[in-house]
């Protein structure tokens, strides 16, 4: 099955209220695209004015908490990002697991959160260098995908979780698997998701990240299950986003 593919940027901290003129000329660009669903993830700050200066192109959070509400200091739950409405969070970016120490356990939680404020979740996994090097990349992500997912199959049609698979080491570095390696962890994340949630895991987009860009965008999103992207440093102006979007 073929699903339409999600390109997703990712601005990590980086994104100013000067900065809405490049999201309306990304939204711009994703108006012209039929073929593909477009958002950015921007941070909090930037979530409601993103979503009022575009038009073509749904806007994202990069973290939720766990929990609807209550004694958790500088923290936002799913219902208020979708209160902004955000349509993506972004769940167990590697980032948030190594500065925030945020564990499987953690990022089932906020992915159950925000699949339960009607938002898509973006559930992130991905291999260090030392593990890829240790060849056991796909049995620990496979692992790491078991432990992170969100336990509800009742009337789960897979529509509103994607799971990106972002190798660590690929991640801002320039450098990508080969399209061999991505090959098989995508196949391999797709059996662990049908064997987990039965047909609807066939609904879910898996998305590669790890410096995607214009150049290799179109051999990535060639492999069988590589549903999109999750696009960092190529999603912060359109015309590095361009040719990833096209590619799509
Ligand atoms: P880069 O595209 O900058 O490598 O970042 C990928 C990423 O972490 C997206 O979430």
Same mark, same amino acid.
């Given at each position: 099955?073929?699903?339409k593919?999600? #390109?997703v940027?990712?601005w990590k901290?980086?994104? /100013?209220?000067?900065d809405?003129?490049?999201?309306?000329?990304?939204s711009?660009?994703?108006?012209?695209?039929?073929?593909?669903?477009?958002?950015?993830?921007?941070?909090?700050?930037?979530?409601?004015?993103?979503?009022n200066?575009?038009?073509?192109?749904?806007?994202?959070a990069?973290?939720c908490?766990?929990n609807?509400?209550?004694a958790?200091?500088g923290?936002?739950?799913a219902?208020?990002?979708?209160?902004?409405?955000?349509?993506?969070?972004? #769940?167990?970016?590697?980032?948030r697991?190594?500065?925030q120490?945020?564990?499987?356990v +953690?990022?089932?939680?906020k992915?159950?959160?925000a699949?339960?404020a009607?938002?898509?979740?973006?559930?992130?996994v991905g291999?260090?260098?030392a593990?890829?090097?240790?060849?056991?990349?796909?049995?620990?992500?496979?692992?790491?995908?078991?432990?992170s997912?969100? +336990?509800?199959?009742?009337?789960?049609?897979g529509?509103?979780?994607s799971?990106?698979?972002e190798?660590?080491?690929?991640?801002?570095?320039?450098?990508?698997?080969?399209?061999?390696?991505?090959?098989e962890?995508?196949?391999?994340?797709?059996?662990?998701l049908?064997?987990?949630y039965?047909?609807?895991? /066939?609904?879910?987009?898996?998305?590669?990240g790890?410096?995607?860009?214009?150049?290799?965008?179109?051999?990535?999103?060639?492999i069988?299950? *590589?549903?999109?992207?999750? *696009?960092?440093g190529?999603?912060?102006s359109?015309?590095?986003?361009?040719?990833v979007i096209?590619?799509a």
């Amino acid at each position: 099955m073929t699903l339409k593919k999600l #390109v997703v940027g990712n601005w990590k901290m980086n994104g /100013h209220k000067s900065d809405l003129p490049e999201l309306r000329a990304i939204s711009d660009v994703a108006s012209q695209q039929n073929n593909a669903d477009v958002a950015i993830c921007v941070p909090a700050t930037l979530i409601e004015p993103a979503v009022n200066a575009v038009s073509s192109m749904a806007i994202g959070a990069q973290d939720c908490h766990a929990n609807e509400n209550g004694a958790h200091t500088g923290c936002l739950s799913a219902a208020m990002i979708a209160e902004c409405d955000a349509q993506y969070i972004i #769940v167990g970016h590697s980032e948030r697991r190594e500065d925030q120490g945020e564990s499987n356990v +953690d990022v089932k939680a906020k992915a159950i959160a925000a699949m339960g404020a009607n938002m898509h979740a973006i559930l992130c996994v991905g291999e260090s260098e030392a593990q890829r090097d240790s060849g056991n990349a796909v049995t620990i992500v496979v692992e790491q995908l078991l432990e992170s997912l969100p +336990d509800i199959r009742n009337d789960f049609d897979g529509t509103n979780l994607s799971i990106a698979y972002e190798p660590i080491w690929a991640i801002g570095t320039g450098r990508i698997p080969s399209l061999d390696d991505v090959a098989e962890m995508h196949l391999a994340i797709r059996h662990a998701l049908v064997e987990y949630y039965g047909d609807a895991g /066939h609904n879910i987009h898996i998305l590669y990240g790890g410096s995607m860009n214009g150049s290799n965008a179109h051999d990535l999103m060639k492999i069988a299950n *590589v549903d999109g992207g999750l *696009v960092g440093g190529a999603s912060l102006s359109a015309e590095k986003f361009a040719p990833v979007i096209a590619a799509a």
